[in-house]
């Protein structure tokens, strides 16, 4: 009988380092059914009586010598040592205020005395691993991610134009780093001070102590409160400057995480793991080293602009929630710790029978749409997507367009990971080019789409909703501008885009809830339950080029006993066929 793998961490104390690293991860492991595991905290002084041989014994930042003959019986034993770093504490700068206590010779030894010791080291960084490739050469690197439970943000606040809150989340061991952006936010506060509020979390610098514009939050005694505190603070921009130094360059990128789920646009110095993760302009801002009139540019352009506040938040949030969370990558400790056994690690057959998989990060939802030129409804419709969808990948598949629409989809696929493109070499209509599509689909859910439309807020999780309330249920629509049938909004009078995303909003709360049954809904923007598709196939490609393979599809699921619905708190702007229309609809 397998049974779990038993793993010991000590640490130093349990603070946001220990959480991150090590409690978290293994929580989540134990949850899965993976392991069993203790951790020991040192810093309490206490004995903790070891009664077994741990398979893995985790050491995060152990220096104290008098423990290496205990840990060196435990590796006699066959435990495997296992020492983490999120950390180069080798190169702490002087104004650190830990630099006195790792610079002791004493100390710096019985650190290096147990990365020698150890059988792996796991850190955060590939600059760590590199600096510490000298001592060890057996070295894993484990990207920090954010436990969902410890920080439970779930949504994007709207920035408030004329109280823009503007704050720096660290601790006093950033005071160095925060010096290259103090000048600065003084010039801010002189030149915005009507339109701004300044919030300090955990450190309070003396030069804003007299100041009482300005907000201070202390610090406290655990990660989940800080979670907790930081979405409370409602800040609308986050500053995370760092000084060039060797110690910074292996530090993660964990502050821009923790900025991203909580729905925060950050302004990061344009340096070490910032530079490794955030796509300028995308998921936050740059500013190049030590450069004080930087952070006036950038920070002056936010305040100017709120809407780019905005959209810099949700790109962020959404980059996080979907890419580095650690229910999204529990798989790399499993990979690590199997590594280290020398063998595969399975779930132990007396776990519940629920945790009983391997955890594969699955997209929810998959949105299938076809391409024939027409690029400037496309960049809408993609930009429409990207601001108000989470958890989804989408799915291009173009039909040879000459107008720079395979340049903007292949420019795409290379700026984000969660999308396919299809090319095809010649124009195979709708229904050939959605079954392409459907044979790579994994997702649970599948949304076919025009190119010519634009998604509103909270469109998807609608839809999904209404899928989910009943098993019956198999394919859902929307209603809009443009559509046959009884999904046309007669009501829908607007005369801009901006105007039209106001109508959304009240269509969304005048028919909250509403659902209409309807035998056939049009492909214009459909979600439709994968489960259907395995059933009864895909799309009949004896109607191509297009047009009457969507009331086929639906009277199809109908015989399969699924229900068509109609969501009418669901509002979407569409153009009207631009495709055919160019191509010429008597084709």
Same mark, same amino acid.
């Given at each position: 009988?397998? %049974?779990?793998?038993?793993?010991?961490?000590?640490?130093?104390?349990?603070?946001?380092?220990?959480?991150?690293?090590?409690?978290? #991860?293994?929580?989540?492991?134990?949850?899965?059914?993976?392991?069993?595991?203790?951790?020991?905290?040192?810093?309490?002084?206490?004995?903790?009586?070891?009664?077994?041989? #741990?398979?893995?014994?985790?050491?995060?930042?152990?220096?104290?010598?008098?423990?290496?003959?205990? !840990?060196?019986?435990?590796?006699?034993?066959?435990?495997?040592?296992?020492?983490?770093?999120?950390?180069?504490?080798?190169?702490? #700068?002087?104004?650190?205020?830990?630099?006195?206590?790792?610079?002791?010779?004493?100390?710096?030894?019985?650190?290096?005395?147990?990365?020698?010791?150890?059988?792996?080291?796991?850190?955060?960084?590939?600059?760590?691993?590199?600096?510490?490739?000298?001592?060890?050469?057996?070295? %894993?690197?484990?990207?920090?991610?954010?436990?969902?439970?410890?920080? *439970?943000?779930?949504?994007?606040?709207? *920035?408030? &134009?004329?109280?823009?809150?503007?704050?720096?989340?660290? %601790?006093?061991?950033?005071?160095? +780093?925060?010096?290259? &952006?103090?000048?600065?936010?003084?010039?801010?506060?002189?030149?915005?001070?009507?339109?701004?509020?300044?919030?300090?979390?955990?450190?309070? #610098?003396?030069?804003?102590?007299?100041?009482?514009?300005?907000?201070?939050?202390?610090?406290?005694?655990?990660?989940?409160?800080?979670?907790?505190?930081?979405?409370?603070?409602?800040?609308?921009?986050?500053?995370?400057?760092?000084?060039?130094?060797? !110690?910074?360059?292996?530090?993660?990128?964990?502050?821009?995480?923790?900025?991203?789920?909580?729905?925060?646009?950050?302004?990061?110095?344009?340096?070490?793991?910032?530079?490794?993760?955030?796509?300028?302009? $995308? *998921? /936050?801002?740059?500013?190049?080293?030590?450069?004080?009139?930087?952070?006036?540019?950038?920070?002056?352009?936010?305040?100017?602009?709120?809407?780019?506040?905005?959209?810099?938040?949700?790109?962020?949030?959404?980059?996080?929630?979907?890419?580095?969370?650690?229910?999204?990558?529990?798989?790399?400790?499993?990979?690590?710790?199997?590594?280290?056994? /020398?063998?595969?690690?399975?779930?132990?057959?007396?776990?519940?029978?629920?945790?009983?998989?391997?955890?594969?990060?699955? %997209?929810?939802?998959?949105?299938?749409?076809?391409?024939?030129?027409?690029?400037?409804?496309?960049?809408?419709?993609?930009?429409?997507?990207?601001?108000?969808?989470?958890?989804?990948?989408?799915?291009?598949?173009?039909?040879?367009?000459?107008?720079?629409?395979?340049?903007?989809?292949?420019?795409?696929?290379?700026?984000?990971?969660?999308?396919?493109?299809?090319?095809?070499?010649?124009?195979?209509?709708?229904?050939?080019?959605?079954?392409?599509?459907?044979?790579?689909?994994?997702?649970?859910?599948?949304?076919?789409?025009?190119? +010519?439309?634009?998604?509103?807020?909270?469109?998807?999780?609608?839809?999904?909703?209404?899928?989910?309330?009943? $098993?019956?249920?198999?394919?859902?629509?929307?209603?809009?501008?443009?559509?046959? /049938?009884?999904?046309?909004?007669?009501?829908?009078?607007?005369?801009?885009?901006?105007?039209?995303?106001?109508?959304?909003?009240?269509?969304?709360?005048?028919?909250?809830?509403?659902?209409? $049954?309807?035998?056939?809904?049009?492909?214009?923007?459909?979600?439709?339950?994968?489960?259907?598709?395995?059933?009864?196939?895909?799309?009949?490609?004896?109607?191509?080029?297009?047009?009457?393979?969507?009331?086929?599809?639906?009277?199809?699921?109908?015989?399969? /006993?699924?229900?068509?619905?109609?969501?009418?708190?669901?509002?979407?702007?569409?153009?009207?066929?631009?495709?055919?229309?160019?191509?010429?609809?008597?084709?």
């Amino acid at each position: 009988m397998k %049974t779990k793998l038993k793993i010991l961490a000590v640490v130093n104390n349990l603070g946001a380092v220990a959480q991150v690293r090590v409690i978290s #991860p293994l929580k989540y492991l134990k949850l899965l059914g993976y392991i069993d595991y203790e951790v020991v905290d040192i810093s309490e002084g206490k004995e903790n009586p070891i009664s077994y041989v #741990p398979d893995i014994v985790i050491l995060q930042r152990i220096n104290d010598i008098s423990y290496y003959k205990f !840990f060196n019986f435990l590796k006699s034993k066959g435990s495997k040592i296992v020492f983490e770093l999120d950390d180069n504490l080798l190169e702490l #700068p002087e104004k650190n205020p830990a630099y006195s206590l790792y610079s002791d010779p004493n100390l710096k030894r019985g650190l290096l005395e147990y990365i020698w010791l150890a059988d792996h080291l796991i850190v955060s960084t590939e600059n760590l691993k590199e600096y510490y490739s000298v001592f060890n050469k057996s070295i %894993t690197v484990v990207p920090n991610q954010i436990d969902e439970e410890i920080f *439970t943000n779930k949504k994007v606040r709207k *920035t408030n &134009a004329s109280n823009i809150r503007i704050g720096f989340a660290g %601790t006093i061991t950033h005071r160095e +780093d925060f010096e290259q &952006a103090e000048q600065a936010l003084k010039v801010i506060q002189r030149k915005y001070k009507e339109q701004i509020k300044l919030v300090f979390l955990n450190m309070m #610098p003396e030069t804003f102590t007299t100041d009482r514009t300005v907000e201070f939050i202390p610090g406290v005694n655990s990660l989940k409160e800080f979670a907790q505190v930081l979405n409370a603070a409602n800040l609308d921009i986050g500053l995370a400057p760092l000084t060039y130094n060797k !110690f910074n360059m292996g530090k993660s990128d964990i502050k821009f995480l923790e900025y991203g789920i909580s729905g925060i646009a950050g302004v990061y110095s344009n340096f070490g793991p910032y530079k490794r993760t955030i796509k300028n302009n $995308e *998921t /936050g801002l740059f500013v190049n080293l030590e450069n004080s009139f930087g952070w006036v540019s950038k920070l002056s352009y936010l305040i100017e602009n709120p809407s780019e506040i905005d959209r810099i938040k949700t790109n962020v949030f959404n980059y996080v929630s979907e890419k580095r969370t650690l229910k999204n990558n529990c798989k790399k400790w499993i990979d690590a710790f199997s590594k280290i056994t /020398g063998q595969s690690l399975i779930i132990a057959e007396d776990s519940k029978s629920e945790n009983k998989k391997i955890i594969k990060s699955k %997209t929810k939802v998959s949105i299938i749409f076809i391409t024939y030129n027409q690029l400037k409804y496309t960049r809408k419709f993609v930009n429409s997507v990207q601001k108000y969808t989470s958890d989804y990948e989408l799915i291009a598949i173009d039909n040879k367009s000459t107008d720079g629409t395979i340049e903007y989809l292949q420019k795409l696929k290379t700026e984000k990971d969660n999308i396919k493109v299809i090319l095809n070499d010649d124009n195979l209509g709708f229904p050939k080019a959605v079954n392409q599509a459907l044979k790579v689909v994994e997702s649970e859910f599948v949304l076919l789409a025009n190119n +010519d439309i634009v998604v509103t807020e909270d469109w998807l999780n609608k839809l999904i909703a209404v899928a989910g309330s009943d $098993e019956k249920i198999g394919i859902v629509g929307p209603i809009s501008n443009s559509v046959s /049938g009884v999904q046309f909004d007669k009501d829908a009078k607007y005369k801009s885009i901006d105007e039209m995303h106001k109508y959304a909003k009240i269509v969304s709360k005048k028919n909250k809830g509403k659902v209409e $049954e309807f035998p056939r809904v049009a492909f214009l923007c459909t979600l439709i339950k994968k489960e259907v598709i395995d059933k009864i196939g895909g799309l009949d490609e004896r109607f191509t080029p297009g047009n009457f393979e969507d009331d086929d599809f639906c009277l199809r699921s109908q015989l399969a /006993g699924y229900k068509t619905v109609i969501a009418t708190d669901v509002f979407i702007h569409h153009y009207g066929s631009v495709s055919f229309k160019k191509n010429g609809e008597n084709e």
